[in-house]
């Protein structure tokens, strides 16, 4: 059986495969698509904004000092990890190893685990429950299958939120402010990657259970891990070469930002009027930018200490930040950015607060 | 159907060149890890198919070569672990079958961190230079010798020879 194909035929295919990636963009039905490359040569211009974005909002010192994390053990409360409005939450969640802890702030401390190591996978991705008490993530179910599953900070067993059906790996949940919507990536494993159907994400409505399902764009589609807006109206995937917001009710895509230099990363929401993301647009620095939702208007740019910065993660108050920097080990060290001072946390495989 | 017959699309003709260029080591890279000879071609239109859907963009990459060929890789790693049912913990290597070498590496890198996976695979599966890799992967020459060594001490515990040597058999 001779299936090697003749190198006109290998083309012919290349071309027709490229035609329908081409055409699932377009069918995503961008309202725009931001080059933010041009954009990012007009930085002087916006310096002013950075300062300004600073002053107000105290997100990022230019260049802040890092501050060896403080050596003091100090007793913490872990029923909750809600910040009071100004300072940052006292607790994050991370990843240890497989299991979630709960890591203290101030000292970057492991104060207790709250999940076990369990045959059959690890848990990872974990997020937060806007009231601070609950805690969602993935748990492995060995290869290629993973579940979605909630535990209480206070401890007890975990529950099932999203079973592993159908050969399925359910990642990266993700909720909107208000506590309603529950997001993830669903993945076939049956299917090739790039395959249509293969990747998708899904929006759970945790009062009524009914899900609404919108497919991811085949290349590396994947969801951050705050991928929605307060209300669950509006999500936002990332993906090779460009992420887009999306309305969950059409599953339309209303902004679409080309990443033309595959340089953009961690694209999150900070509240519902802007949109955060680090810029490694110019060799050995980065920088962290915010542009508008709904326009893709760039709001400010701020310096970011660490060119290896790779991840972001605001409070719920969007007045904090912890900036994760990638490793050669793999892990990332996080730092928490607290107005003018930056701490480093520790090195940890995920962190939520 | 010759690229030709869709210039207007297509745009020009560095594309075929870079095809011409680059496709026998895209499909010994994708044969390396998938085996199946017409799966390997499936994986390889599909890495170009991606290059070509944005060919504007990835024309100028620097590094353009190694993306497709860590493309072709990981579409690779994924199909193999489509097609095959799970298995445990790779057991030591004793019966030099190709498909069961093929699928106990892939089943190994798996299990590396992903920067580590990448290096390994664009430096022993694409043979990219240690220089190239870096560029690749955006790194320094230092930091991909580390992920190699790590990489490869981690795979040391998993196989019963050194995935250089392994490697060498799946051709």
New interface residues.
Partial sequence: MS???T??E?????????????RR?AQMGAAGVICMVAAALVVPAWMGVARRDHKTTGIVANPPSVVAPSTTTTTMPHTTTTAVPGAPPRQAVAVVNGRLALVSTATGRIERYITEALPGGGASDPTLTPDGTTVYFSRGD???AAHLASVSLDGGPEQIVVASRDNSVNSAPSLSADGRWLTYRHSL??????APGRDSVVIRDLTTRQERRIELDP?QGVVPQRALNSDGTRVLTES??FFSVRDVGSGKSLLVVDD???CFRSPTWVDDTSIALIDTCTPGKAALVRIDPATGKHLSDVPLFSAKSSQILFERHGQHLLLGL?E???RSTYFLVDGTRTRRLGAFDGITW | MPLNARRSWASDLDFEAWFDDMRAQAVRVARRIAGDRADAYDLVAEAFARALARWDKVRDLPYRDAWLLRTVANLALDAVRRKRPRVEAPTPVEAMDVAALRLTLSHALETLPRRQREAIVLRYLADLSENEVAATLSVSPGTVKTHVKRGLASLRGRLSSPFEELIANVD
Avoid at chain 1, 11 to 19: H, S
Avoid at chain 1, 189 to 194: D, M, R, V, Y
């Fill in positions: 299936t090697e194909p190198r006109d290998l083309l012919a295919r290349i071309v027709a495969k490229a035609q329908r990636i081409r963009r060995g290869t290629c494993c049956n299917l090739q990657a790039g290349e090779l070469g033309a230099n595959y990638t050669e080990s793999g």
